[in-house]
Nanobody, 118 residues
Framework: QVQLVESGGGLVQPGGSLKLACAASRSILSMYAMGWSRQAPGKQRELVAVIGSGGNTGYADSVKGRFTISRDNAKNMVYLQMNSPGPEDTAVYYC????????????WGQGTQVTVSS
């Protein structure tokens, strides 16, 4: 298991930018992949970005071209750069780990609130 702590959320204006961070309690090199998901009020949780141990990335269509996931293995950190967010991106954002290929993402942190509003 691993403990994950998200940070960096807050209020951002539409069209602005925000960078979320996820700190892991141990090395993320052993994780098959790391990911960011979000959940807005009244909606199901949505996996929005994934990064594999080799650095390959994948995005939900809803954020493709605007959000960028990255990782710093030396610091056991995962990031989500949010560019040009809109009100539809308002949600609690969570960081999770996939331990094996094809496994579920788990060990979700407590989340960080992102509110996009002018």
């Amino acid at each position: 298991q691993v403990q994950l702590v998200e940070s960096g959320g807050g209020l951002v204006q539409p069209g602005g930018s925000l960078k979320l961070a996820c700190a892991a309690s141990r090395s993320i090199l052993s994780m098959y992949a790391m990911g960011w998901s979000r959940q807005a009020p009244g909606k199901q949780r949505e996996l929005v970005a994934v990064i594999g141990s080799g650095g390959n990335t994948g995005y939900a269509d809803s954020v493709k071209g605007r959000f960028t996931i990255s990782r710093d293995n030396a610091k056991n950190m995962v990031y989500l750069q949010m560019n040009s967010p809109g009100p539809e991106d308002t949600a609690v954002y969570y960081c999770g780990a996939q331990f094996v290929r094809g496994g579920e993402f788990e060990s979700w942190g407590q989340g960080t609130q992102v509110t996009v509003s002018s």
